[in-house]
């Protein structure tokens, strides 16, 4: 089945080290999102890709970093995880050009600072 | 700027009743409207989506309607079972693709 993949679904990293979730899609969707969903939010956008196309939103803390090495791929990179960075992240695809832009999401990563 | 708001927050109804979760959006250029699914812990499932020149979406006892010109849209749980307890998450998304997402309803349907 295609599907959003995202790996590890438990990641706990220290306060200030980096750590990098993952996220695959077999859906050949070209546009991936990061979402930031703290608990009894809603998910906030943080950034996307349109094909290469890096687009950050303007509140997103520098801290936050993305990699798209393929269109199959996609990365977010905490630089220097605080307490606050503690949260739910979900990977989500879509494809533009055909049908409006509804959106597929992965299982999320959960992330525990200490 | 777009702002979603869900109402209301929380709801309890015993098993088998009909019941219908509100989603109000203030940019009447929505380009369409998505709603979800969330499971304690769980990511996202897609219920159903309308597309900004439809009214409504059905999807076996979910019907989901949108009204633009009022800002409103609303979801539609026929027959209520327990499985069906959950977030139910409403977004809308710009022409760009953005979805910006209520803080949701959670559900508890009591057997």
């Known amino acids: 089945d295609a599907m959003v993949i995202q790996n590890p679904r438990y990641q706990v990293t220290q306060f200030g080290k980096p750590v990098t979730l993952s996220c695959s899609q077999t859906?050949?969707?070209?546009?991936m999102y990061w979402y930031q969903q703290k608990s009894s939010q809603a998910p906030k956008l943080l950034f996307h890709?349109?094909?290469?196309?890096?687009?950050n939103e303007a509140d997103t803390p520098d801290n936050f970093q993305s990699r798209r090495p393929n269109t199959s791929f996609c990365f977010l990179d905490i630089r220097s995880p605080g307490l606050g960075d503690a949260a739910m992240y979900l990977c989500?695809?879509?494809?533009?050009?055909?049908?409006?832009?509804?959106?597929?999401f992965g299982p999320g990563t959960r992330l525990t600072v200490t | 700027k777009q702002e979603v708001t869900q109402i209301p927050a929380a709801l309890s109804v015993p098993e088998g009743e009909n019941l219908v979760l509100n989603c109000s959006f203030t940019?009447?250029?929505?380009?369409?409207l998505q709603w979800f699914r969330q499971d304690p812990g769980k990511g996202l499932t897609s219920l159903l989506l309308?597309?900004?020149?439809?009214r409504e979406q059905t999807s076996g006892r979910l019907n989901a309607s949108l009204d633009k010109s009022s800002g409103r849209s609303t979801l539609y749980i026929a027959a209520s079972q327990p499985g069906d307890s959950a977030t139910y998450l409403c977004?809308?998304?710009?022409?760009?693709?953005?979805?910006?997402f209520g803080q949701g309803t959670t559900l508890q349907v009591k057997p």
């Open positions: 890709y349109y094909d290469k196309d890096f687009n």
């Open positions: 940019d009447s250029a929505i380009y369409n």
């Open positions: 309308i597309q900004s020149s439809q």
């Open positions: 859906l050949n969707h070209n546009v």
């Open positions: 977004a809308g998304s710009s022409n760009t693709g953005k979805l910006i």
């Open positions: 989500a695809t879509s494809r533009e050009g055909q049908g409006p832009y509804e959106q597929y």
